[in-house]
């Protein structure tokens, strides 16, 4: 094996502080894919200063400036996209037509950033006074630290840096330890581009690494993509921090609502999509189908004809739609939540936990392979595996009787509030679910997946505090100030308020 790769920190690949090691692997053969060093804390320490020292000369660049070097990453993204699907692919298992996905999706972010710069940015407001203008101009916070998951790893990255870099920030980025592989390739990039030294930093690792940049005191800013138990106690570590902000996003029991006004090839296309695409392991995939009694046996019987069908495969290949979980820790979490479905007495209608030989694909037996897994529950019920997300191809069918307003109560029920969808012909129940539904991505006659990037990313409740994606996240790496330039050789007030200096004389 070739020596490991390093961390990119200053303008440099260094191996670092520490002596130890890791190594990506393929999810769907075993195969070792690379060896990786693991970042320290003194790794971070040094990352860190490093785009302290480089700061102020960043932000004194235009925007437009700046946003030059992300047209070379957005045209080197868009160039290499088949070769980098099957990196993306070959590290965290998606199917190859995710895994291209994954690259277009960096592609669009990094392009929707770096053109943003030439628009208008802060906002003119009328001055209660005519020789006064008014208006806010955005700064840059500082030093980023960036945090993102293995399910996206070309893809969320770019959600997170493209905007922070555009606005004047410099960054820290810690990559999920499972896809180091894709994040190395990202560093490259940046560095092909000629960023200047200290502005884009990579350090690999671990949660020690990750923590280190949440506690540092030079970093300004988290912005964070991945499990609530993490992003809570980031939210945790950085809410009573003065100046510190965090800007995370989280997890989720997503639904998707079928209505007796539905249209059944909609309804069953979109859950399938959104229960089984990257095997379940997106924050926005579907748990919960909320289906209606009049609709609730015709959608049930296709639904889990498609399920006991669907392909699971050698993700590489076209004809695969799911691809093995991340890890063989994983594959025993969502195992364990069928289990406690079958515990809390449901009724499975569903069960691929364990393929049968045949479906496993020759060469791939080290691959941590699992198939859907449906169930019917009682809606009504306090059952853990209709309430905790389980990040995997576990679904529950929920049948309700009533109106719209039932459906929405349903899809409310869960500390969660990330993403959700509703399928119906009827206008009024989608406008009622709108207003109604407490969620920060909402779809209707879709599946629950499927994010633009200008659009704002991120949920409510336990699913998140801030939207970290596209002009959202421009809210979290910058400050406004608020303008006021007085024009005239006189002071004048607002709301008549005298600007007369009155002395004891007087």
């Keep these: 094996m070739s020596d490991p790769y390093q961390h990119y920190i200053d303008g440099e690949w260094v191996s670092g502080t520490g002596s130890e090691t890791f190594e990506s692997e393929n999810p769907a053969t075993g195969e070792t894919l690379g060896e990786f060093r693991q970042g320290t804390p003194e790794d971070v320490d040094r990352a860190v200063d490093a785009a302290d020292a480089a700061f102020e000369e960043w932000r004194e660049l235009s925007r437009i400036q700046r946003a030059e070097y992300l047209w070379d990453v957005y045209h080197e993204l868009r160039d290499r996209t088949d070769e980098l699907g099957r990196v993306v692919t070959k590290e965290c298992g998606k199917e190859i037509s995710e895994g291209k996905a994954d690259v277009v999706e960096a592609a669009h972010m990094v392009e929707w950033a770096a053109g943003d710069a030439r628009h208008p940015k802060g906002d003119i407001v009328p001055s209660e006074i005519p020789a006064k203008d008014a208006y806010m101009r955005r700064k840059p916070r500082g030093v980023t630290g960036c945090i993102t998951p293995w399910n996206f790893p070309v893809a969320i990255p770019y959600w997170h840096m493209a905007i922070a870099l555009v606005e004047g920030n410099t960054v820290v980025f810690k990559p999920a330890e499972q896809t180091p592989w894709c994040a190395q390739i990202i560093a490259e990039m940046f560095d092909d581009a000629g960023i200047p030294d200290g502005v884009f930093n990579m350090v690999q690792g671990f949660g020690d690494a990750g923590n280190a940049i949440v506690e540092h005191e030079d970093v300004e800013t988290v912005v964070f993509t991945g499990s609530a138990e993490v992003g809570h106690h980031i939210q945790d570590k950085l809410g009573g921090v003065a100046g510190k902000r965090a800007a995370c996003e989280m997890g989720g029991k997503n639904a998707v609502v079928v209505t007796e006004e539905a249209d059944l090839d909609i309804a069953v296309h979109s859950a399938v999509m959104s229960s089984f695409k990257t095997t379940g392991q997106r924050c926005v995939s579907s748990e919960r189908l909320i289906v209606h ?214």
């Design 293 to 506: 009694t009049d609709v609730y046996d015709e959608f049930k019987e296709r639904f889990v004809e498609v399920a006991e069908d669907v392909a699971v495969g050698d993700p590489l290949q076209e004809d695969t739609f799911m691809g093995p979980l991340i890890e063989g820790e994983h594959f025993e979490k969502v195992a364990e939540y069928n289990q406690l479905a079958r515990d809390e007495d449901v009724n499975v209608l569903v069960d691929r936990t364990e393929l049968d030989a045949d479906e496993i694909p020759d060469g791939h037996e080290d691959g941590h392979w699992i198939g859907p897994f449906v169930y019917e529950a009682d809606p009504d019920a306090d059952l853990r595996c209709t309430h905790e997300e389980v990040f995997g191809p576990h679904v529950a069918l929920l049948e309700y009787d009533g109106d719209i307003e039932r459906a929405v109560e349903l899809q409310n029920d869960t500390e969660y509030g990330l993403a959700g969808a509703i399928v119906s012909e009827d206008y009024r129940q989608i406008n009622y679910y709108r207003d109604h539904a407490e969620l920060g991505l909402a779809y209707g006659n879709l599946p629950c997946i499927g994010a633009e990037v200008q659009l704002p990313f991120g949920g409510v409740k336990k699913s998140g505090n801030g939207y970290p994606s596209a002009r959202e996240a421009i809210e979290a790496v910058t400050d406004r100030t608020a303008w006021t330039l007085n024009n005239s050789k006189e002071i004048e007030m607002a709301q008549g308020l005298s600007a007369d200096i009155k002395t004891k004389d007087d």
